[in-house]
């Protein structure tokens, strides 16, 4: 760039000193016309120099534009086109902290003898349920039928084989005096957006009876079915 913008200074300096000096008289009778030629192609190099300045400047403007635009279109994708597990991003102990999504909180005391209550409130709804024992244990859980699975506690089979704690502490101890939290979501709700809200009330309540503090379709915690 810089070699096309001395170009015409070059080409004419070197015109003007290689060309022989004539007089007045001899360029009338000759007809000679090196000044007018002169002027023309310094003109002319100076405009090809700009031309190219300009060119240059809008071809490397347009390049940076079209890679910030790439830029942010591939964070976009990374944003929203892939499912990441939830993260919880501030301690339970964080006062300011807000549930991730809306529920309506339904209590029924001596869930296991109130079945039918639980009925009328979770059957084929979407939340989280969680248990708490009159000697301070609790268990946290979510699920997209919230009727069949916290009566999938109450059976004796699912019980019998004491393979997590909770099923090991209510075979133990039973299902007396304990109190059953129904955080009840929107029709519309997701099993992914249920596993968030679980998470936010494991690190907001520190349950004992959950192994794995990570809530996920996977885990020790896991529905016993997709219900």
């Known amino acids: 760039m810089i070699f096309f913008m001395v170009l015409p200074f070059i080409n004419t300096t070197t015109f003007i000193s290689t060309a022989p000096l004539r007089s007045p008289s001899t360029c009338i009778s000759n007809g000679c016309n090196h000044s007018g030629s002169t002027v023309i192609l310094a003109v ?12 240059s400047l809008i071809y490397h403007t347009f390049h940076q534009l079209l890679a910030i635009v790439l830029s942010s279109r591939m964070n976009h994708t990374n944003t929203k086109g892939f499912k990441t597990p939830y993260q919880s991003t501030s301690s339970g102990n964080d006062p300011n902290r807000k549930p991730p999504h809306s529920f309506e909180t339904h209590v029924i005391p001596n869930a296991f003898s109130n079945r039918g209550s639980i009925a009328a409130l979770a059957k084929k709804a979407v939340g989280v349920y969680i ?33 997590r704690r909770v099923l090991r502490y209510f075979h133990k101890y039973g299902f007396q005096n304990v109190q059953l939290t129904l955080h009840v979501m929107e029709a519309d709700a997701t099993s992914e957006m249920a596993i968030e809200l679980e998470q936010y009330f494991i690190d907001t309540l520190n349950p004992d009876l959950n192994v794995d503090v990570v809530a996920s379709s996977t885990g020790y915690h896991e529905p016993m079915s997709i219900e």
């Not at 002319?44 to 060119?55: K, R």
């Not at 024992?133 to 089979?157: E, H, K, Q, T």
Request: with cysteine; aromatic share 18%; glycine share 4%.
């Open 44 to 55: 002319l190099y100076a405009a090809f120099a700009v031309v190219t300045l300009a060119y």
């Open 131 to 163: 248990f708490n024992a009159s000697d301070g244990a609790c268990y946290i859980g979510s699920s997209i039928s919230l009727y069949n699975r916290v009566c999938s506690y109450f059976m004796p089979s699912i019980l019998a084989k004491a393979n």
